[in-house]
């Protein structure tokens, strides 16, 4: 029998052709981390480190078939599920994690690129709240997100603290991290990390030092895609998340200096693998 004990994460996101985010940045983050990717694809986007100049979502029917195809093979030990451009598409999603039992499922709630630029419709933030966050064991809106989803105005640490805890009671969803990286009054970044066990919410700062950059495209993705590594990797919740932030500050640091692009430039997924050229 072959060994089926390699760590894999599935990839349910959009496609990003300047290879900073979406699909090029979850499968540059898993492979860095050891983790064998496999990857849906929901959109492709004409995109670059200055913005996005179009969207062409794949059909539900075609979505549901590159899902039954990887997972009557291949079973993932986590599911990262970023861009989602539609109802359709999000519906199918939410029905392939019922039908096939998926655990660890990450949802990135991504609506807005970098760029500030619409990735998804109006309906299929509903659906995702309806149907997506119910089944999901963590999810990592940034700050703006938060507000979408909630409807709440987040100016401080008391607001986020309440505001995952929200989440959590609101869509019943496990765990929620918060990312305060939206926050420009510090030096440092306060995340908040908030997991439902027997029924009671537990919520936890995660204090870090902030990197200072131009280079942030896709770090969202980035950031999800390494906590369903390490939950691939069998770390719980909160150590996922932990884990995940400091390896993102090493990327975000280790690439500050790429001159890649005229916008906001992509951090560097592989410092672990070899040096900035």
Not at 33 to 42: E, K, N, R, S
Not at 136 to 147: C, D, F, M, Y
Not at 154 to 176: L, N, Y
Not at 187 to 211: L, N
């Amino acid at each position: 029998m072959r060994n089926q004990t390699y760590p894999k994460v599935l990839i349910i996101a959009g496609s990003d052709p300047s290879g900073g985010a979406g699909i090029q940045a979850d499968i540059k983050t898993c492979t860095a981390l050891g983790v064998y990717a496999m990857a849906a694809i929901t959109a492709l986007t004409a995109q670059n480190t200055r913005g996005v100049t179009g969207v062409q979502a794949v059909s539900s029917d075609f979505l549901r078939r590159q899902l039954e195809t990887i997972l009557d093979d291949i079973r993932p030990d986590a599911v990262k599920i970023g861009m989602i451009p539609n109802a359709e598409c999000c519906g199918v999603i939410a029905d392939i994690i019922g039908e096939y039992n998926l655990e660890n499922v990450v949802t990135d709630p991504v609506m807005v690129a970098t760029s500030g630029d619409a990735l998804s419709t109006p309906e299929a933030v509903e659906c995702m709240t309806g149907r997506l966050l119910p089944l999901s064991g963590l999810v990592t809106p940034n700050i703006p997100e938060a507000e979408v989803l909630t409807g709440m105005k987040i100016s401080g640490s008391a607001d986020m603290r309440k505001c995952v805890e929200d989440i959590i009671m609101r869509f019943g969803c496990d765990g929620v991290i918060l990312k305060g990286g939206h926050d420009l009054t510090s030096d440092r970044i306060t995340d908040y990390i908030a997991v439902s066990q027997c029924g009671h919410i537990e919520v936890s700062p995660f204090i870090h030092r902030k990197v200072i950059t131009e280079n942030t495209h896709g770090t969202g993705c980035t950031l999800s895609s390494a906590i369903a590594a390490h939950l691939a990797l069998g770390f719980d919740a909160r150590e996922a998340a932990s884990r995940a932030i400091i390896w993102l500050t090493q990327a975000l640091d280790s690439g500050k200096n790429f001159n890649i692009g005229h916008g906001h430039g992509p951090v560097n997924h592989l410092f672990g693998i070899h040096p900035i050229i």
